[in-house]
Every structure is written in C-alpha cells, then in structure tokens.
C-alpha cells in the first residue's frame, strides 16, 4: 500500500445479519479512483464463508420478514427513501470515486432511485392474488408468496441503480437478501446498508458482501440456501451462472448486455436525433447497457450525420468528473480502458473509417486517469467486431442503410436485444419499425427514457425476466394456488 493509505475513508466492514464484520476469508483493498488511478478509500471484499453467514442470517430472518404485512415493509421503504434523499450528496461523490461517473449524472440517478424505492414501497401490500371460477363446489384462488432469500449479484456500470431495483423489489416482495457488489465498486452498497440499517430494517434482513466474482459471487450462485439470483452484469457471467446454478435449479432474473441499434430515418427531426445519437453513444463515458453504440443512418442522410458526429465529438468536454461542467468522466477500470483501446484498434482493422477520437487522453492533468477520446466510426457494416460486440466505450459506429426492411435486419441482426432508438416523423413507420425490432424497450423520437413505472429487460442475450413497473415484484414472488372444496366430498376410488 502507499504511504498515504493510512489517510484514506476506510470502509473495513461487510454489513451482516444488521451488524458490521470483518470479513472472515476476504481481505482488505485499495478501491481506485478511475479519475486519478489512485486509491481512494480502503474497502473490505468478502469471500465464501462471508457469503455463507450472510445467507445464513438472510435465511433466518425470512420468516418473520415474510410474515410481516406489506404496509408495515412499504413503511420501511418509504423511511428509507427519504434517509437515502438526504444521502445523495454524499453517495453521488462516493459512487463517482468508484466508477468515474459524473457526480452530476450520479445526483440525477440517485434523485430518481428515491422515486423508486417510493415506489416499491407503493407496491408491497399489492402482491395480490385471483380467484378463479369454476363452481359451487370448490373454491380456487391463488396467492402470491415471497421467493426466500435472494442473492443480488451487482455490476459496476451503475452500482446504487442496479441495487436499487433489485433490493426496493426483494424487499417490498417479502425476500430477504445479500446484496454482492462488483469488486472494483464495493463502498456505496455499504453507506446504503447504513442507511437501512438507520431506517430499522431487521437484522438479517439486508445483507453486504462486496467480493470477487469468482469467490463470493460464484458462491451465492451456488448456494444451496439462495431461492433465487437477480443479476445485472454481462451475458457471459449470466451463461456460467447458469451452469453454477444448475444442481439447485436456480431461479434467475438476469439483465445483461446490450447492442442497441439506434435508427435515423431521413425523414425524422434531424437535430433532435443527432441530440440523442450523440448524447447515447458518449453518455456515462458508454459504460451502460442501453446506450445506443450502433447508429443506423439512412444512406440519403449519412454524409450529413457523419459530419454532425464529428463536430460534436469535439464539444465534448472529458475531464474530471467531480466538475459539473464536464460531459464525460473516465472509463471505470484499467480492464475496461485497455478493452475500449482494443476494440478502436479491431475497428481501424476491420476496415472501418475512424473519423474522430480513438486515443487515451494523455494530458498533463488526467494522464494518470483512464480518459479515452469520444471516438466515431463511419462505414461501418455489421459484421465487423466493434458493430458485433458490447464495447462499453465512448465509441459509435455508424451504420448506412437503404430503406425500413434493411434498417430493421441490421437492427436485429445481434444476438442482443435490450434496447432500440428510432428516429421519424411518419407516425405508421414509428409503429411499424418498432413492432418489429427485437429489444424490451423500444425508443421513438427520444431515447433513455427510463422510469420505475416501465418495464426494463431484454429479448434474447439480453436477459430473463423484467424490471420495474407495476409487476416488478413477479421476479421475487411464487404463486401458490389453493383448491378448497366446499363439500368435502371425495369418492373411494376402490368400490
Ligand atoms: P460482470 O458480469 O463481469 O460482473 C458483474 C457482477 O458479477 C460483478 O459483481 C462480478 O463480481 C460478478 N461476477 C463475475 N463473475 C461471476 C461468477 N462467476 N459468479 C458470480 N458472480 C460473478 O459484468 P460487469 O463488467 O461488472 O458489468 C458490465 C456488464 O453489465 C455489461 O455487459 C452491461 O451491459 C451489463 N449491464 C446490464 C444492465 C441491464 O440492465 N441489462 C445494466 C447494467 C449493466
């Protein structure tokens, strides 16, 4: 460790069972601010046997939890939701040490997330169930049970996000749960176990183990005593957890990676589309799912499109990313910078045009960081890798195509499905396009629109199962059906 560790915030405790511990087979590390390369804050990952107790207590507080009625947990929630309010100050800076987001874009994730804890809370006395006709003689109806105890494995693209979708539904479900953050994310999941723990949750209830992947991920996968794993993260990770989580038919919700096709007819407001083109391939510095990395441009409009990229690449202004005015931060790891820098030399190999960006940023004050220019490529065709696959870059590649059919064989021709843009002033191509794409959440005329209200997740590779809405508890909840006779009559089979 460098001298100065002894100075940094130390975060030396997982949050189990409503208590603070040390981990019993993880160790203590060096969080890095991607902004600096610098450590920032000591973090503590767990390991296997922290897993373990935390599953332990997560299973023993089940019952009562389980039990209690769905007021009672909406209260809960909503006092949590104003504690993590009067947080954001704090968990926007924090999050922003550990995955080189803005702090600004953090403030307006976070500000939203208390909508939707609000609005779990709103859901979990609605867990209802349906009573099915038939007869006079026997009376049927189903009622909606918890799941048990769920293991919420998290990414580090947007940590608080994608913990607050998964906790804020488990909960107000009647799940308990451990929460893994990723290893190179691990503080803000334990200022939110502060939080819960100020709201009153009961112990056990809300557990965090910040570990590696390969030791305590791969354990709550595995773990005999975990219902179910709701997983934000990549396809590959979901295809092994498959395999790890076969023996105990694990149930799964998995939201994972993304291609999405973001299609510019000729006929639509172009200004406002190459707002949101060039907003969605740059934002969060390209470090999210549903961001738009492959812009389709109808070939009448391409030229014109091309140009526009190039002159907004250079308005953008990469820099640090505790300063309000900049509009991107650092990529967030030395992993995902070298992946970014790969994927622009695999694009210039292919064949593609580079038309703007393409190097890491080595001035003077953000050398040390892992900035990458925002990056255009033109003449693009699907095939080649940078189209193909999930960069989590600040990297677009323009795609020309002639007509709706073509627009829509490129758009689907990934194995990926989560999200589409499209781009027209023709009401009946809107409807026509989009009823044809293959993603969960389809855009027009606007993109990353996303609410607590709508459904999130995806076709194909993209994921199982959905987020959000009004039946956001589905994933952590069984039905059970009951059949009551009303005569008790049961014929002797035997005569
Ligand atoms: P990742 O799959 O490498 O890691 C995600 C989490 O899984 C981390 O906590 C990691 O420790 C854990 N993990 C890794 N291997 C594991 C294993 N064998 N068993 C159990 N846990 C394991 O993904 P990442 O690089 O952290 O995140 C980026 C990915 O997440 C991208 O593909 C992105 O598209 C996806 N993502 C999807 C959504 C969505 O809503 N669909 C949202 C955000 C991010």
Request: with cysteine; hydrophobic share 40%; proline share 6%.
């Amino acid at each position: 460790m460098p001298q100065d560790s002894a100075l940094l915030p130390r975060y030396e405790h997982l949050y189990i069972n409503g208590e603070w511990v040390t981990p019993i087979d993880g160790e203590l590390v060096e969080s890095i601010d991607p902004a600096t390369g610098r450590p920032w804050a000591i973090a503590p990952l767990g390991g296997a046997r922290d897993i373990d107790r935390a599953v332990e207590a997560a299973r023993r507080a089940f019952p009562a939890w389980s039990r209690k009625p769905g007021h009672e947990r909406a209260a809960l929630l909503r006092r949590l939701a104003d504690l993590f309010a009067a947080a954001i100050p704090e968990l926007a800076v924090i999050e922003s040490h550990d995955n080189g987001n803005l702090v600004r874009e953090h403030r307006a994730s976070l500000t939203a997330q208390v909508q939707w804890y609000q609005w779990f809370a709103s859901l979990a006395d609605k867990a209802q169930g349906t009573t099915i006709p038939i007869d006079d003689s026997v009376h049927a109806f189903t009622t909606r049970v918890p799941v048990g105890v769920v293991g919420a494995i998290i990414p580090w693209n947007a940590p608080l996000l994608a913990t607050c979708l998964k906790v804020g539904a488990a909960l107000a479900a009647g799940c308990t749960l451990v929460v893994k953050p990723a290893e190179s994310t691990p503080v803000s999941a334990l200022v939110l176990a502060r939080l819960v723990h100020e709201a009153g949750f009961p112990p056990g209830v809300f557990n965090v183990v910040p570990g590696h992947g390969r030791t305590a991920g791969q354990r709550l996968v595995e773990h005999p005593d975990v219902d179910k794993v709701s997983f934000t993260g990549s396809t590959a990770t979901a295809r092994r957890m498959v395999r790890d989580g076969a023996d105990n038919l694990k149930r799964f919700t998995f939201e994972l990676g993304g291609k999405a096709p973001h299609i510019l007819f000729a006929d639509a407001d172009i200004d406002n589309a190459i707002n949101a083109a060039t907003a969605s391939a740059w934002r969060l510095t390209g470090q999210s799912c549903a961001l738009g990395s492959r812009v389709l441009v109808e070939r009448s409009i391409y030229d014109r499109v091309v140009e526009a990229f190039r002159e907004r690449a250079k308005a953008v202004r990469v820099g640090l990313p505790w300063i309000d005015a900049n509009h991107m931060g650092p990529q967030a790891h030395q992993q995902q910078l070298d992946k970014t820098l790969s994927y622009i030399q695999y694009g210039k190999e292919d064949g593609a045009e580079l038309v703007t960006g393409g190097r890491r940023i080595d001035t003077p004050e953000l050398a040390a960081g892992y900035f990458v220019e925002p990056t255009v490529f033109a003449g693009v065709d699907n095939g080649m890798r940078i189209a193909r696959d999930e960069i989590f870059g600040p990297v677009a590649s323009l795609i020309p195509f002639d007509g709706e059919d073509e627009a829509i064989a490129i758009a689907n021709d990934t194995p990926y499905g989560l999200t589409a843009g499209l781009w027209t002033r023709d009401v009946g191509r809107a409807h026509r396009v989009s009823s044809r794409i293959e993603a969960g959440m389809v855009w027009v005329n606007t993109y990353s629109f996303l609410r607590w209200s709508t459904p999130y997740g995806g076709f194909k590779a993209s994921g199982w199962g959905r987020e959000n809405g009004i039946d956001a508890l589905d994933p952590y909840l069984e039905t059970r059906t009951t059949v009551i006779s009303t005569t008790g009559q049961f014929p002797n089979l035997y005569v």
